[in-house]
């Protein structure tokens, strides 16, 4: 008898764990992603600020499950569903290909929202690819590297002007880490003086990482202020183009001019969700989030499930579109398939919230632990170590940010400060 | 009194040297590099094989110089000299500019020579870059996911077939690489065969690595074809296109076809080579190297000094394209400066020939010692890795590349292979 057939869309945190936790299951997995590699999505900032090397961020797929053979590895795009006849779509290096499944699970992620103006993209980088941290290492770099040799005052100082647009704890945790870039490279210039850079977290809100009790925005906005950080909320982007950022505040317009832009606002549902909602006669929130049954299957589709955060159980809370909610989902759904299997069932997905984390550069961290608990400074930046090196793929990798960490730490210095790519040339 | 200005074009093995060395000199140092990094070319490789993350083999000029106050690093490409006026034309990123000096020194390295087919190298990857090895890393990574979602069988034996041309250290050290990788990764695959792949290493010579005695070259062949890599001397390379190799043998002509080929065959001086001769009316020989006097100046020009594998010595022997031949010229240069600077003179430059190294793989290398001494097999490995590991720049990456190292060892694995860049879509 031929085995079940698991396809998993997608080797994102919710995608992987749900296939390492099909380890024990009789059932063939096939992994679909258009990449080869899982990417550690909240530490891509740091390759983007030279602290970690892509390798230390992102782990091949076929390494991880080298060792697990009821998984296949496929490089893929999903372009399809067919869900009568149970099959994906695929566009593979060899052409178009069609998979089989019994289960389907599609875990997309999600893309960044420009709110409609996907002209500000050509002059915003954003962070959700490695290729993307990399644009954007170079570019903050490069700026640094103008700077030294601009002779017009006026164009060093917009080169030396950073604004990250959206306060949450990817741009919160960018701009502390471009400002201790500033601070740290003071001795590396000869002419300009790095410690004159202006890092700007531009925040439409009313506070920085406001997914945090107030308490502790406020403790991360004064953390950010000493790191040479300007918090500047209630400013809305309304415009963004090659001289700069445009902001709407209670005062009128203001403009600033800046050499690098970075955007860490709103994100929407990967299209794979939209594909998915398309094939299914499935329904999507306002940001393309398909809506899903408590126990993460598509409406009337009981085979296919979606999981991380292109999804919202309908009628549910909103969850917030971090990896511990893909990773719980991944291993819900791995448990559900199972049960099936043996013909249970199971009960509604729920998350299990255990804490909120974000770092703002050498020793500073926030959190909010489960039951009220809130904690600053070192103690949280630690727990923040903790946490994120336990998580990393690999033990290799584990290792190796530690000492690289550790070595920063120490020494101030950052490892992978290389200007590469597109951006080489002066 | 203005101190004597000094300005080093480029921030390779010789103009590294020549600058560190200059630390305790009464003189103004300004170091010009296109990149704002300095790459360990000799183990570039390396990462293109997935072994060694980018920051390990490169490092920014800038945090070398950090506590040298003495030199500037400028990130430039210089375009023109004026010998008469002692400037040095440069486009940097805020437009032209113009460098005065006192002494002037060259070092540009040296780029692929395609022996009169530029065309080929639209085929043939390279590794002179950081961005070449990383190309080729992707390339070599998606050749594999490539065959393992081909349907045809002919095709898939030519992304299995991978062609290197040249079998000089890089040539050869990059065969044995692809073959280790082959070999190592046959458990991560489901369909292909991963220990299928050909790898061919061709050579117009009548044998591998022929800088080394004949017995040395003989080990090293046999040492390459245990781990897969067959050895072609005796072809030479005729054509290359998009479908493969053809290759002109005693027998007649023979083509390949190869989803994959690297050319590690000859070398031409940078073309700053080129700028520097019609400035200074000077000579250069077949392959663009500038001919200088027993003491690295440009004839006529006491104060232009030339270094590294774009010199020759004229009337002298040649020396090896090797970072030793560089390092050593840039030391002499640094000490010719200081002489000059307290009315001496200095006597012509001597290599000092340490020996010549070239690994295989795993603990499989070559190495002869000067006085006739020579060795294979483990004890050359480790002499090769240890002679490496002293001369990375920058103690955190050494330890890095030497945990990585000893992982890779242990495992099998390789930390970084990653399908990056604009090979990234299946």
Redesign the interface.
């Known amino acids: 008898m031929p085995k079940h057939r698991v396809v998993i869309v997608g080797g994102g945190f919710g995608g992987l764990q749900a296939a390492l936790h099909l380890k024990d299951a009789d059932v063939d997995v096939t992994i679909v992603d258009?990449?080869?590699?899982h990417l550690f999505q909240p530490l891509a900032y740091q390759v983007a600020t030279g602290a970690l090397?892509?390798?230390?961020v992102?782990y091949?797929l076929?390494?991880i499950?080298?060792?697990q053979g009821n998984v296949?590895?496929?490089?893929?795009?999903a372009e399809g569903f067919d869900l009568t006849a149970k099959t994906v779509k695929l566009?593979?290096?060899?052409g178009a290909?069609t998979l089989d499944y019994d289960t389907l699970v599609v875990g997309g992620g999600s893309k960044y929202n420009y709110f409609g103006h996907p002209e500000w993209q050509e002059h915003a980088a954003e962070l959700k690819t490695?290729?993307g941290a990399?644009h954007i290492r170079a570019q903050i770099?490069?700026a640094f590297?103008?700077a030294?040799?601009?002779?017009?005052p006026v164009?060093r100082e917009r080169l030396l002007t950073f604004v990250i647009v959206g306060a949450g704890p990817t741009g919160a945790e960018m701009a502390g880490q471009i400002a201790e870039i500033a601070r740290d490279?003071r001795?590396?210039?000869?002419?300009v003086d790095t410690w004159q850079a202006k890092v700007l977290l531009v925040e439409a809100g009313d506070r920085v990482l406001a997914a945090f009790p107030k308490r502790l925005s406020a403790k991360a906005e004064k953390s950010l202020g000493s790191l040479g950080v300007t918090s500047l909320t209630n400013h809305m982007v309304t415009d963004i183009d090659a001289e700069g950022v445009t902001m709407k505040t209670d005062q009128g317009e203001e403009k600033v001019r800046a050499g690098t832009v970075i955007w860490a606002a709103g994100v929407l549902a990967a299209s794979v969700a939209t594909t998915l909602a398309e094939a299914a006669g499935a329904e999507q929130d306002k940001v393309g989030r398909l809506l899903v049954e408590p126990d993460l299957t598509v409406p009337g589709h009981p085979d296919v499930l979606a999981i991380g955060d292109m999804v919202q159980v309908a009628g549910g809370d909103p969850l917030p579109g971090v990896a511990p909610v893909a990773m719980q989902m991944g291993r819900y759904v791995a448990r559900s398939i199972k049960s099936k299997l043996r013909g249970g069932t199971s009960g509604p997905f729920k998350y299990k919230d255990k804490g909120n984390l974000a770092t703002l550069g050498r020793a500073r961290a926030i959190a909010e632990l489960p039951p009220g608990i809130r904690v600053s400074g070192f103690f949280a930046w630690a727990l923040w170590l903790g946490i994120h090196l336990w998580y990393l793929v690999?033990f290799?990798?584990r290792?190796?940010v530690f000492?690289?960490w550790g070595?920063s730490f120490i020494?101030h210095?950052r490892?992978?400060?290389?200007?590469?790519?597109e951006s080489?040339?002066?």
């Open positions: 258009r990449r080869n590699f090397a892509t390798g230390e992102a091949p076929r390494a499950f080298r060792r296949s590895v496929m490089l893929a795009e566009r593979t290096a060899a290909e490695l290729e990399l770099l490069h590297e103008q030294e040799v601009a002779s017009d164009e490279t001795d590396e210039f000869r002419v690999g290799q990798n290792l190796l000492i690289r070595f020494t210095g490892g992978t400060r290389l200007i590469t790519g080489n040339m002066p």
